[in-house]
């Protein structure tokens, strides 16, 4: 039984097998490939994206959703997140969704369930279906040509999940990371070449991957407000000018702080294509986890 909770759970063969398969969802929207599996969803931290697209996902698929109200479960009555999953395994699920704020979790639940667990975001450790969906996009964007690409990620990169996947991830296709962030924002590790500004790598970079900045996993305030962050870090036409590149976000995107109205607009800026591409990869991953 395979587990996904980080992207090296998956070898680089079963990433572009998955791709050819949501390759074939992105048209194939209803199919029975999971009739009559059931999955469990459960969110201890808020989403809009994640936990939609999965829903949809599994039920073009054909399965039957369930997704526990952590709000009204009895986590509250002071029962563990252990034994919350245990007894969810109990009535035999066929697949586990979680998302929780505590780095590690989803991994460390393998041990007490017998159905695969999906990873959909631990802390600001991982998120392994968001990354798979950004390559996807990459690939799609650049025809498989990815070689060589220079995949700038601006913002919050200490504690986005998202950074910390991607960072993993496009490496491994041949790609450079190149981490934009003031200095309270930098990552602590030194695997990957790390700027200040955005404007000292704009003429290299293929790809511009911005970020919320994750207030709620901060412990103290690092701006006065919020656009003095936006006046350095805002990707606008300005940072872009004539430059062929290729604009995502993992979405939330808060508009004139990450990325500009104007820029959300612009062909280039292709997060809502994230959104779509993110239900059929999470179709392909259900369908050889479960399938
Ligand atoms: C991200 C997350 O929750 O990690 N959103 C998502 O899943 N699409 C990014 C964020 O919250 O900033």
Excluded at 44 to 72: M, P
Excluded at 178 to 193: G, L, Q, T, Y
Excluded at 236 to 241: A, C, H, Q, R, V
């Amino acid at each position: 039984m395979q587990h996904l909770i980080t992207t090296s759970d998956f070898s680089k063969e079963e990433i572009l097998e998955l791709f050819e398969d949501a390759k074939i969802f992105k048209d194939l929207q209803s199919n029975l490939f999971l009739k009559g599996k059931l999955i469990v969803t459960l969110f201890f931290e808020n989403s809009t994206r994640t936990r939609s697209a999965f829903e949809i996902a599994a039920k073009r698929l054909g399965a039957e959703v369930v997704s526990l109200d952590v709000g009204t479960s009895s986590r509250s009555k002071g029962e563990t997140i252990f034994d919350t999953v245990a007894n969810i395994n109990a009535m035999k699920p066929d697949a586990i969704i979680i998302r929780h704020s505590e780095c590690g979790l989803p991994g460390s639940l393998t041990e007490f369930v017998d159905c695969p667990i999906i990873n959909a975001g631990d802390g600001k450790h991982a998120h392994p279906t968001q990354a798979l969906l950004d390559l996807f996009t990459i690939i799609e964007h650049f025809d498989g040509e990815t070689e060589g690409k220079k995949v700038a990620i601006v913002g919050d990169v200490r504690t986005s999940r998202v950074a910390g996947s991607n960072r993993k991830l496009l490496p491994r296709f041949g790609m450079e990371v190149i981490f934009v962030a003031p200095d309270c924002f930098k990552h602590e590790s030194n695997d990957h070449r790390q700027v200040d500004f955005i404007d000292e790598i704009i003429d290299e970079v293929d790809v511009v991957m911005s970020l919320r900045t994750q207030l709620e996993r901060h412990n103290e305030i690092y701006f006065e407000s919020i656009n003095e962050y936006a006046k350095d870090y805002c990707i606008t036409n300005e940072t872009f000018g004539e430059r062929d590149i290729l604009l995502l976000h993992p979405g939330p995107v808060n508009r004139n702080v990450d990325i500009s109205d104007e820029m959300l607009k612009d062909p280039r800026s292709k997060v809502l294509q994230q959104v779509s591409n993110g239900v059929a990869v999470r179709m392909a991953i259900l369908k050889k986890l479960l399938g």
